[in-house]
Structures are given as structure tokens and as C-alpha cells.
């Protein structure tokens, strides 16, 4: 089975350009979520999908981040126009069970972003 | 509000030794979930161990194990036998039972490393 997989692994942009994250979650998690670790900080959460639906996008800093999870497939995180502390490594989780507080997250490997 | 405090940003333990990374959290609830991520370098984070809040028996994963104490809310997590492959980053990590339970609260996380 495959894994939660992230792309790209790396990307380092110039302050005020565009960067769009995906994030493949294991097939028929219908949760998706995104977190993100500023460097030497702790992981914050960012936003939850249920399939298609955000259902928590309470941990997004601001109006320059746009996630989308089109057909509850996979999903993207598009930052417009990037700042220099939105770098650090973000990360996508999926899980299973919907509204079964003893679910399982699964991670993807990450996407260290470097804004210069 | 929930918060994860992980007081030792890095460690360092010889190979076979047992080594203890400590954790500690805040909540007014009663009823949640307290996890140990490990996440190795460049790879996914995986789910270590993990203890339910209204269980008094501590949780043990083969050489892992926690030591929960829940009115003191803290939650080591114990490594013995420390084998190379326990190299990683550990987050530690909370999640609400009830309200809110989608959503996530992890540490800054503890570099471990192992000499051989």
C-alpha cells in the first residue's frame, strides 16, 4: 500500500514568488490534513478536509495560503506571494476513520519550503 | 489552550542504552490522546506509541514505552535497547477526545542520537 506522498521534497523560492504544495494521501482516506513546522518550532496544524470539504481551516496564518482538495482526491497548498517566514517543512496527513477519535494519522515524508 | 512542551531539543544516547525524552502538555480536559511521532531523516513520521488519557496503565511498544502521569501531564517516552535505527527526531503530541478531535497538538520536538 502506498504511503502519503508529498512533491516536491524541497523547493526554495524568492520572497514574493508563487509555491504550490500537493499532497497524494493513502486512497480512500477521506480525511486530509495539512501541518506545517517552522524551524526548531513545534508542528502546527493548518487545515482538515473531509474529502472534498474543509472542515477546520482554523490554523491557516492568512489570505495568502489557498488549499484545495478537488474531487477529494488529492490536495494543494499554493502560497501567493510567498514570505520569507512561511519557510519550513510542511506536512500532509490522512486517516481513515471520520470522527473516530482513536484514528490513525499516516504522514507524508514532507516538504522542507525555503523562502530566500 | 492546548499546548505540547518538549524541553530537550536534542540527546544523545550509546547504542543498547536506554534513554528517556520527556514531554509535557496543558489541557483543561479530561479525556484525550497523547502520542510519540518519530520521524527519521528525509522519511515519513511514523506513530511510535500511543496512551489514552483514561487509561492508568502505561502504554509499551516492544522497547518503547511512556510514563504517563496525568496530573502531573507529563508523558516520557522511554527508549531501551537503543538500536542506530532509533536515530530520529520525536515529537510528542496531544489530541482532544471530544471537541476538536481532528485536530492535533504536537511538541517542538528532540533530535535523537545514537553512538555506536
Known amino acids: 500500500e502506498a504511503g502519503v506522498t508529498q512533491f516536491p521534497s524541497h523547493s526554495v523560492i524568492e520572497k514574493g514568488q508563487t509555491v504550490t504544495l500537493r499532497c497524494d494521501p493513502i486512497?480512500?482516506?477521506?480525511?486530509l490534513y495539512w501541518y506545517r513546522r517552522v524551524m526548531g518550532k513545534e508542528i502546527k496544524f493548518l487545515l482538515h478536509f473531509v474529502k472534498e470539504s474543509k472542515q477546520d481551516e482554523s490554523g491557516m496564518p492568512n489570505n495568502r495560503f489557498l488549499a484545495e482538495r478537488t474531487g477529494g482526491t488529492y490536495s494543494t497548498l499554493k502560497v501567493q506571494p510567498a514570505e520569507l517566514e512561511d519557510s519550513g517543512v510542511y506536512f500532509c496527513?490522512?486517516?481513515?476513520?471520520?470522527?473516530?477519535?482513536?484514528?490513525?494519522?499516516?504522514f507524508g515524508s514532507g516538504t522542507q519550503l525555503s523562502v530566500l | 489552550a492546548q499546548t505540547v512542551t518538549q524541553s530537550q531539543p536534542e540527546m544523545s544516547v550509546q547504542e543498547a542504552e536506554t534513554v528517556t525524552l520527556s514531554c509535557t502538555y496543558d489541557t483543561s480536559e479530561s479525556d484525550y490522546y497523547l502520542f510519540w511521532y518519530k520521524q527519521p531523516p528525509s522519511r515519513q513520521m511514523i506513530l511510535v506509541i500511543r496512551?489514552?488519557?483514561?487509561?492508568?496503565q502505561n502504554a509499551t511498544e516492544n522497547r518503547f514505552s511512556v510514563n504517563f502521569q496525568k496530573a502531573a501531564k507529563s508523558f516520557s517516552l522511554k527508549i531501551s535497547d537503543s538500536q542506530l535505527g532509533d536515530a530520529a527526531m520525536y515529537f510528542c503530541?496531544?489530541?482532544?477526545?471530544?471537541?476538536?478531535?481532528?485536530?492535533?497538538?504536537f511538541g517542538s520536538g528532540t533530535k535523537l542520537n545514537v553512538k555506536p
Open positions: 486512497s480512500g482516506h477521506d480525511n
Open positions: 503530541a496531544y489530541r482532544p477526545a471530544k471537541y476538536n478531535f481532528n485536530k492535533f497538538y
Open positions: 496527513a490522512s486517516s481513515q476513520d471520520r470522527g473516530a477519535t482513536n484514528e490513525k494519522l499516516f
Open positions: 496512551q489514552e488519557a483514561y487509561k492508568q
